[in-house]
């Protein structure tokens, strides 16, 4: 998967691919192997619970059209991790336009 298309999005600071146990197969910008480690393993743990949350919404509410999670974001003060599938993208938020990061994760995710 070539992360690099990820690195024209406003804001980018880093991408990676992780694996569905949470290893860390690829990375681009400026993401170290530890703090992409770490992402990785994040990564694959949110979207496993992500997938729980759906489930239970979807069978004890009203409310259809969550399951299977597709992804996440986690929003600080500074910077946000948004994530599609097995990819997320670290960007800063003063800069970033969020539309533009799920359009350029989903169009990335289809290619592959």
Known sequence: MDLSKLSSLKGFL???EF???GKL???A???NDKIGMM???L???NMRMGNMEAH???NFSSLKGF???KGFAVSGPSFSLCVTGNISVLVENSQVDFNEVFKALNNLQSVN
């Open 14 to 16: 880093g991408a990676l």
């Open 19 to 21: 694996s569905p146990e």
């Open 25 to 27: 197969i690829a990375k």
């Open 29 to 31: 910008g400026s993401v």
């Open 39 to 41: 992402l990785a393993e």
């Open 43 to 45: 990564c694959s743990a």
């Open 56 to 58: 239970g919404l979807t």
């Open 67 to 69: 399951e299977e999670c």
